[in-house]
Nanobody
Framework: QVQLEESGGGLVQAGGSLRLSCAGSGRTLSTYAIGWFRRAPGKEHEFVGAISWRGNTNYADSVKGRFTISRDNAKNTVYLQMNSLRPEDTAVYSC????????????????WGQGTQVTVSS
């Protein structure tokens, strides 16, 4: 079974950038689609984007053009590059492994990391 661990969260000013990492262990990530979700205080999980094992990507409209997902299968790691951050991007960001990058529901992903906090100040 694959284990996932996110890192790279922190505090950043509006307009700034952060890069989150999702490192896999126990099994290669190369056969999985990896999705990123976020959960803001008092809100439900929100799909951010996902990447297929081939590198095809799918993004939520709210982050399209600002966020980019990439993967390095040799390092067993998936990245979420976040640019032009806004206060409304503040949330706990989690990565998850699933079978298709086209899936946007939390229930479509079987394996989850613990999450990393991203806080964007205005």
């Amino acid at each position: 079974q694959v284990q996932l661990e996110e890192s790279g969260g922190g505090l950043v000013q509006a307009g700034g950038s952060l890069r989150l990492s999702c490192a896999g262990s126990g099994r290669t990530l190369s056969t999985y689609a990896i999705g990123w979700f976020r959960r803001a205080p008092g809100k439900e999980h929100e799909f951010v984007g996902a990447i297929s094992w081939r590198g095809n990507t799918n993004y939520a409209d709210s982050v399209k053009g600002r966020f980019t997902i990439s993967r390095d299968n040799a390092k067993n790691t998936v990245y979420l590059q976040m640019n032009s951050l806004r206060p409304e991007d503040t949330a706990v960001y989690s990565c998850a492994a699933g079978s298709s990058y086209e899936y946007t529901k939390r229930s479509d992903y079987a394996h989850w990391g613990q999450g990393t906090q991203v806080t964007v100040s205005s």
